[in-house]
Structure formats: structure tokens, C-alpha cells
């Protein structure tokens, strides 16, 4: 990237982000290096993270990254030992949200908190927080709001088994819908015969029909993964994405938030954070994932309330602030600016 390029993304950036009253801009480049890139991109994207903070220093605006979730992939594409990095860089977005897709041998989870494959959020945190050292209070969360479809290649035996791990067809049309948002799931779950179940290894939901699987993170998988960041000390949590949570509150009762457990002894899913929606009032169900995410931060990982990664997710989810009658919240911060389009 030629420094004649950037110079003129970060003049189009600042004039963008007056213009529109943004308080910052988020750089989404997966990754440097990789899909085609060069060895230079690592140096090419510390330069570029520099010039940026230079303006935003003068403008007072948030200067924000997103990260991959592999500890070599971190390696080799960003200059985590470069202080000016990471000082330049406010907070670091971890993309935990790719674990398994159409490109693995098995079905798996989106965000597994712990893997079977030594994959999973808590090697990812463990990783990085070793790599960014005292800068690792910069890191985030993202957590996913939806969740991948799967056909198996062969029925389950019973009812207690799970599709994890199991062999799959590959789906790679869209038309085939093979992500799905938690909102779409959760009718699912009302409307039609899924059976419902719960992984205890990767502490994530599943849903089952014939030789249909969805893997995804319902209410009691995103609250394990924010408690999670909290113990861990992150800088905070993100959804990714909010219109992708049950908006309208649709979803009749908890079940469709993943508060009800199935016939099969891995449904249970046992957490000793659970967490009690009210269901009186189809506004109180708007937005459980988001709301049991704010919940958890707001009382601490041990129910300490307010911490660290509380203002950041005050900072980065504050559009929600009418959705959840919390006016209190500050309004939104970031936007999503892909770097490899220049």
C-alpha cells in the first residue's frame, strides 16, 4: 500500500467522519497477509494505524481494529511489539466468531469457548493476552448473534446424540441459507420441530431436525463467553451483530431464548449465572442476547457491578440505548471501514 494511498484514505476518513458525526472509525482488514496479500501488509497496516491516530489526535475520535482469533495468523500480520502500535490502537476487536464453518472436517461451533481441537475463546484469549502483554486490557470480545447450518451426512442415532464433531455435506450456495440469524433460529425453535440441545464441551446450543443441524449462541452461550472476557480482564465485549438479535421480540417465551431444556441429558445446560427474562410484555423480550450481555457486564463477573468492559460496551453497543429504555447509554462510536477495498 503506497503511502500516497493511505494519505488519501485517512484524509477521506476524517472528511467522512465529520461529516457524518461518527466518534471513530474501526479498521476491518482479515488479515494482513493473508487472501492474497503480502508480507508487506504487516508493515503496511502498522503505518497505516499510525498515520490515522496522528489525525485522530487532532480530531478526538476513537481508533479501533479488528483482530483475528489465531495466534499465528497475529504473528505474522500485525506488529503487536511495535509501542507505537499499540498505543496508537484504542481498542482491539478479537473476531471470535469463525471457529468452524463449510471449510472444516466436522461440524462445530461458531465461537466454541473451549474446543475439542484445542480451538475455542479461551485458548484465543490466552494467546493474545500473552502476546499484547500490558496492552492486552485493549482487547475485546466479539461475540456472534447468529449461527451456521449444517446438513449431516448421516442421521443421528437417538435423541441424545449431538451433532457435533459429526461428518457433514458441504452447503456453499446462499440460497441454501447456511447462516442464520439468532432471530431466524429462535422461530425455528417456536415454529417447527427442532430438538434442542446443549454441548457442554464447547458450552453452546444446538438445534436438530432429521438430518438438519444448526450450531449457534443463544442467551446462556453469549452470557458464559462475557463472563469470560470479564474474568479474563478484556477491555469488554461486542456484539456482532445487534439486527441480528430477536429484535421484535417474536420469540414467545424462553424457550426460544434458550432457557428451556430438551429430553436429552446434554440440554440442561446448567450455568450458574442463568439468567430470568421477563416474559409479561413482548417489549421485555426484545433483544435478549444483547440485553443478557449489557445484564452481565453491568453486574461484573462476580457480580461486582461496573467495571472495565462495562464503558466499552456503553461505548461500542449505544445505539441500543431506546431498544432496552437505558438512556443513560452514550450513543454509538465505531463504524466498520474495510481497509482492503483501497
Excluded at 216 to 239: H, I, N, Y
Amino acid at each position: 500500500m503506497a503511502k500516497s494511498h493511505r494519505e488519501v484514505f485517512v484524509q477521506h476518513a476524517k472528511t467522512f467522519l465529520n461529516k457524518y458525526k461518527f466518534d471513530g472509525l474501526n479498521i476491518d482488514w482479515q488479515y494482513p497477509t493473508r487472501r492474497g496479500g503480502t508480507t508487506e501488509d504487516k508493515q503496511n497496516f502498522g503505518l497505516l494505524i499510525k498515520e490515522l491516530k496522528i489525525m485522530f489526535r487532532n480530531e478526538a475520535k476513537l481508533l479501533t481494529a479488528s483482530i483475528s482469533p489465531m495466534r499465528q495468523t497475529v504473528i505474522n500480520g500485525y506488529e503487536y511489539m511495535d509501542g507505537v502500535v499499540m498505543e496508537s490502537v484504542d481498542y482491539w476487536f478479537i473476531l471470535a466468531t469463525e471457529y468452524y464453518g463449510h471449510w472444516s472436517n466436522r461440524i462445530g461451533p461458531n465461537a466454541p469457548l473451549r474446543g475439542r481441537e484445542n480451538l475455542g475463546v479461551e485458548k484465543t484469549i490466552d494467546d493474545l493476552k500473552y502476546l499484547f502483554q500490558k496492552h492486552a486490557y485493549k482487547l475485546v470480545l466479539v461475540v456472534p448473534f447468529y449461527g451456521k447450518k449444517f446438513q449431516l451426512r448421516n442421521s443421528l442415532q437417538n435423541n441424545y446424540e449431538s451433532p457435533i464433531g459429526k461428518d457433514f455435506v458441504n452447503m456453499h450456495a446462499p440460497a441454501e441459507n447456511v447462516i442464520l440469524s439468532y432471530r431466524e433460529i429462535c422461530q425455528k425453535m417456536s415454529n417447527e420441530q427442532w430438538r434442542r440441545g446443549w454441548d457442554s464441551d464447547s458450552e453452546t446450543p444446538y438445534i436438530v431436525k432429521d438430518t438438519g443441524a444448526i450450531v449457534f449462541d443463544d442467551a446462556q452461550s453469549v452470557q458464559a463467553k462475557t463472563s469470560m472476557a470479564l474474568r479474563r480482564g478484556l477491555g469488554g465485549v461486542m456484539a456482532f451483530s445487534i439486527d441480528m438479535d430477536d429484535f421484535d421480540g417474536d420469540c414467545s417465551d424462553g424457550s426460544a431464548h434458550g432457557r428451556r431444556g430438551g429430553s436429552s441429558s446434554t440440554n440442561t445446560g446448567s450455568n450458574s449465572d442463568n439468567y430470568n427474562y421477563n416474559w409479561r410484555d413482548r417489549s421485555a423480550r426484545k433483544y435478549p442476547l444483547l440485553q443478557i450481555m449489557y445484564d452481565t457486564v453491568e453486574r461484573g463477573p462476580n457480580s461486582a457491578g461496573l467495571g472495565s468492559a462495562s464503558l466499552l460496551l456503553t461505548t461500542m453497543l449505544a445505539a441500543i440505548a431506546t431498544m432496552l429504555n437505558k438512556p443513560h447509554l452514550a450513543r454509538t462510536f465505531s463504524i466498520k471501514k474495510t481497509i482492503n477495498m483501497i
